[in-house]
């Protein structure tokens, strides 16, 4: 059967996504991204073509699998996902082929089973109750208050003044206030009971018919039908309760509810025979709030912000040191365990939800002042509630990949109902401020505990910089602050295709002048790169955080410490260094040139076997980078495999030194520069002949040191590490063994930055 031109016109953008991903040009550097955006902007504009596009993306998914091109599988996964949420009238029997497709790449290693197995779960679930993926979607992201799916997100876009141009923040401003004035909470409403009812009854819905008459609906009736959707989904979707010709018969009465006799004339007269053009029912782009990183605490304070005003009515007694106070003394965290809480007396049971007093009712101040019960202790975290279980995932591997931790409940009473998707735009500098702040959060959270049992937060990274006058200077940026962009990209193939092309892309927008025409973006390319990053990016990969310890030439100055993501450069305080073949012709200058350092790190190997080298030499400076260079390395000082084991479980930094060597001949002594490089997971160092040193972390000249006549790094551990040794020291009175291996080796703190796949062999 010949193909139709529709057809045709989606069989060539599929196969420019294809060319896109083999493609050797760097998408920093290059115009990549737009087949993709244009791919679903053809189906959003005209959703009769999603079953054809489904039908092409699942063909090349299985001729991908049977030519064993792994390369192409996720991101066409993605492709097909993102259309299946977004569409209405899909036949069964794709979602039934999708679903054996996905199945069968359970078999293969990760992140290809891991992505596989996402994807399944959410057409199982698609496939019972059509709708349930856009209408959760929508929910949370909107923030649509509703007892029966209660799950909110929000989306916080940080952006750095001083690294960023105005013009930038600009252009992205304008397109995230354009889609939000589109974007209220009774449109979000209109579009989830339009989209629903279209997704259940198919052909049998007028679609015109409905959405006017939505659009002339009150507030006030607009979320009778809301609620009255959402519920009907979710007892089939969660509970079960209900049937599929019980679901769909609800829905149908709603429906005939909503339009009264309209409905009714249709039905008899056949249907779809008559049925119109189909109405594109949108996905509206997350709620994304904007802010200028100027304030250290800030990440802090956005998100406790956010879940102040729903934690604090959720709140049980026996929880309340979980309530977002934040500031308090580490003496106030009441106990979140107690070993007896029942006295045996029938007025001590817990009331039910219909017999609780009002808040501030004498009856609540005595219930909580004077409930006594049994022996209370104080409690330790388990492992499931501390950071590395609770926002890290597996712990262990340098750059790992895996998935975030669920949302279920981590105490009584207490459920992760708050998804925080924190997007920061700019350059490794930028991931620096970052480091510091997750550090620092996670630091506070050992002490207060207050954003870890409610809140799973992820972290999304697209590279930005700073419009350069010349061109010469414009690639040498690209090469020395895009470093971990570029590793994202090599290990990600979707990642560069997809988010490192939006680098390009923002510039030229910002260089563009302003409309004074149309105020408002008709097709915002960021913001749609931005929000299919945010929704489809789940897999993230772990970065070792590293620690550095800085000692000063003045005695009287307290050591500073200070965390680092990608690089420490450290140059001597004369900056002169000499060149190959340069002979000095009075004696003494080889002193003058670099300063005597002593290095002692423990070397790097695959066998874990602990080998210290202590060394002296004169250099002019060196560097330490934590992100290699080159996606050929493996293990500790590169990409983890995606069947990593612990036989790979070690982290590495890569350290260059430039050292002045001596060399005598016939024409007398000479002196020249060699870099050396080796491998080690911590390293100290320190300036022999008491010259100074400068310290720059993450190539940020605000996060500098100077005066420095001696330094450590080691990987940075885990807050929590000092309360799992306590914990251990008081369980183990009885037993020293126990006790010394478990604080043998703290776990390290990895900050995890979300992709398509993760890690991709």
């Known amino acids: 059967m010949e193909c139709s031109d529709v057809e045709l016109d989606l069989q060539r953008s599929v196969q420019a996504v294809l060319r896109e991903l083999s493609a050797q040009v760097p998408a920093l550097q290059s115009n990549q991204g737009m087949w993709r955006w244009s791919l679903h902007k053809k ?76 994807c399944a779960v959410r057409l199982k679930t698609e496939t019972a109750v059509p709708g349930t993926l856009y209408q959760r979607m929508v929910i949370a992201e909107q923030n649509l208050m509703n007892e029966l799916y209660p799950y909110q997100e929000r989306v916080f876009l940080f952006v750095d003044p001083e690294l960023v141009s105005a013009s930038v923040c600009s252009a992205l401003l304008l397109e995230i206030q354009a889609a939000q004035v589109q974007q209220s909470p009774e449109a979000c409403m209109r579009h989830v009971v339009a989209h629903a009812l279209q997704a259940a009854l198919g052909e049998a819905c007028h679609v015109a018919a409905l959405h006017q008459k939505l659009q002339a609906s009150p507030r006030r009736i607009l979320e009778h039908y809301f609620h009255a959707v959402v519920a009907a989904v979710e007892q089939v979707a969660s509970e079960g309760s209900l049937s599929r010709a019980g679901y769909l018969e609800r829905l149908e009465e709603i429906y005939c509810s909503l339009l009264g006799p309209a409905a009714t004339t249709r039905q008899h007269q056949g249907g779809g025979a ?67 809480t029942d006295s045996g007396i029938e007025r001590d049971l817990p009331l039910g939800p219909e017999e609780l007093p009002a808040p501030g009712s004498p009856e609540m101040e005595r219930g909580g002042l004077q409930r006594k019960g049994g022996i209370k202790k104080k409690a330790w975290l388990p492992d499931c509630l501390t950071p590395a279980g609770g926002w890290d995932g597996p712990p262990g591997l340098h750059r790992r990949t895996g998935r975030p931790s669920g949302d279920g409940e981590l105490l009584p009473g207490v459920s992760r109902l708050h998804t925080a998707r924190v997007l920061v ?25 207050c954003l870890t049992p409610r809140l799973s937060l992820q972290l999304y990274y697209i590279p930005v910089l700073a419009p350069q006058e010349s061109a010469a200077a414009r690639q040498l940026e690209l090469g020395e602050l895009t470093e971990l962009a570029a590793f994202l990209g090599r290990v990600d193939p979707w990642y560069e295709s997809t988010v490192n092309t939006l680098c390009a892309a923002i510039h030229k927008l910002a260089q563009m002048p302003p409309s004074l025409d149309t105020p408002q973006a008709v097709d915002p390319f960021l913001l749609d790169g931005i929000t299919y990053y945010i929704r489809m990016g789940s897999q993230p990969i772990y970065f070792q955080i590293y620690m550095v310890k800085v000692f000063f030439s003045d005695p009287s100055q307290d050591p500073v410490e200070d965390v680092f993501l990608t690089e420490l450069k ?16 009075r004696r003494g200058v080889t002193e003058s040139l670099g300063t005597e350092l002593s290095l002692h790190y423990q070397k790097a190997l695959l066998s874990h076997r602990p080998q210290n080298i202590t060394v002296s030499l004169r250099a002019t400076g060196l560097v330490l980078k934590a992100i290699p260079a080159r996606d050929t390395e493996v293990s500790g000082t590169a990409l983890c495999p995606p069947t990593a ?67 450590e790094v080691t990987p940075c551990p885990e807050p929590s ?19 010394e291996t478990t604080q043998a080796k703290p776990k390290p703190l990895l900050m995890p930055i979300n992709t398509f796949s993760g890690i991709v062999q």
């Open 43 to 118: 189906v959003e504009r005209d959703p009769t073509k999603s079953p054809m596009l489904v039908r092409i993306l699942l063909r090349e998914l299985e001729k991908a699998e049977s030519e064993d091109q792994r390369h192409v599988i996720i991101p066409l996964l993605h492709t097909l996902m993102y259309v299946l949420t977004k569409a209405t009238g899909i036949p069964g029997e794709l979602y039934q082929r999708t679903y054996a497709f996905c199945t069968r790449l359970l078999t293969l290693p990760t992140p290809y089973c891991t992505v596989a197995l996402d």
């Open 645 to 711: 084991t612990p036989v790979a479980d070690h982290t590495c930094l890569n350290v260059s030194v430039t050292e002045v060597v001596k060399s005598s001949n016939l024409a007398g002594r000479s002196f020249s520069t060699v870099t050396n490089t080796f491998r080690t997971a911590n390293i100290r160092i320190q300036s022999q002949d008491q010259r100074p040193l400068t310290l720059s972390l993450d190539k940020d000249s605000r996060r500098t040191f100077r005066d420095v006549v001696r330094f």
């Open 570 to 585: 450290v140059k001597i305080q004369d900056p002169k260094g000499p060149k190959d073949g340069f002979s000095p012709r």
């Open 274 to 340: 008559l049925q119109e053009q189909p109405l594109s029912t949108p996905l509206p782009s997350p709620y994304i709030t904007f802010h200028l990183w100027t304030d250290e605490e800030q990440l802090w304070k956005e998100l406790v912000m956010f879940l102040r005003p729903q934690s604090q009515l959720r709140l049980s007694i026996d929880l309340e040191a979980l309530d977002l106070q934040g500031f308090r003394s580490d003496r106030e965290l009441a106990r979140v365990s107690v070993l007896s």
């Open 721 to 739: 590490s000092g309360a799992r040794k306590s914990r251990a020291s008081w369980l183990t009175s009885r037993g020293q063994k126990l006790m």
């Open 425 to 449: 735009l700019g350059d490794d500098r930028m991931l620096g401020r970052l480091t510091q702040a997750y550090h620092r959060l996670r630091k506070r959270e050992t002490q207060k505990f």
